[in-house]
């Protein structure tokens, strides 16, 4: 069945360094969306995608779809303390929303 | 985007029993969704709710294991029935963001964090 795989699944940084999660599907997508969840929360919409190749900026945050519509990335340009928590992207296709299984965001002040 | 309430918040229930969770919505919604999350995984579909219409079961998913209601547009419920340990996980609702294509952004309730014992 179709899968989207996320990577890394941990990632430990210092404050202000960046931070990038990949996120890599199966098959292609009609879009692809990014949720953050902090610890004990519920999960976020934060953005979707759409068009192939497309670049959308949210501050610090730039998520980026793939030429294929098949990748995509979310940057974090020098993280702060409030950016932790697991970033999940979840790509649509087939008529369902696919997660892949988060990225964990940990920043040392 | 859409207030969503769930109850319970949490439980704990012994094996065996069932135990039925509620998601509101605060506005209409065409397409609900529920979701299982087990502590520190991601987010797998169970079904998708459509008032006036049965659930849509993702694999590996039952009616008889998780009977759904979808009574108006602003409520629904998930049983989770005969419950075992493998079942302690946690449960969220979901709505669309208005579309019915179902490829909308999904709005999350606070989740239902369940135990089995």
């Known amino acids: 069945g179709q899968q989207v795989m996320q990577i890394p699944q941990y990632q430990h940084v210092q404050e202000g360094e960046d931070f990038t999660t990949y996120c890599n599907s199966s098959?292609?997508?009609?879009?692809i969306q990014w949720y953050k969840q902090r610890p004990g929360g519920h999960p976020v919409f934060l953005i979707q995608l759409v068009k192939s190749g497309e670049v959308k900026k949210q501050k610090r945050l730039t998520f980026q779809f793939g030429e294929a519509k098949k990748n995509s990335s979310l940057h974090i340009t020098a993280t702060q303390t409030t950016d932790v928590g697991t970033y999940f992207c979840a790509g649509y296709n087939t008529g369902k929303l696919i997660f892949g299984q988060g990225t964990t965001l940990q920043v040392k002040p | 985007s859409a207030v969503i309430s769930q109850k319970p918040s949490r439980d704990i229930c012994q094996r065996g029993t069932s135990l039925t969770i509620q998601c509101q919505v605060d506005s209409q919604v065409t397409m609900m969704f529920w979701y299982r999350q087990q502590p520190g995984q991601s987010l797998t579909l169970i079904a998708t709710?459509?008032?006036?219409?049965?659930?849509?079961?993702e694999s590996g998913f039952v009616i008889d294991k998780f009977p759904i209601s979808r009574p108006n547009l602003t409520f629904s419920t998930l049983t989770v029935s005969n419950m075992s340990p493998e079942d302690s996980s946690i449960y969220l609702c979901s709505v669309g963001g208005g579309g019915t294509s179902g490829d909308d952004e999904q709005f999350f309730g606070p989740g239902t964090r369940l135990t089995v014992l």
């Open positions: 098959t292609t997508l009609s879009n």
């Open positions: 709710a459509n008032q006036g219409s049965e659930a849509t079961y």
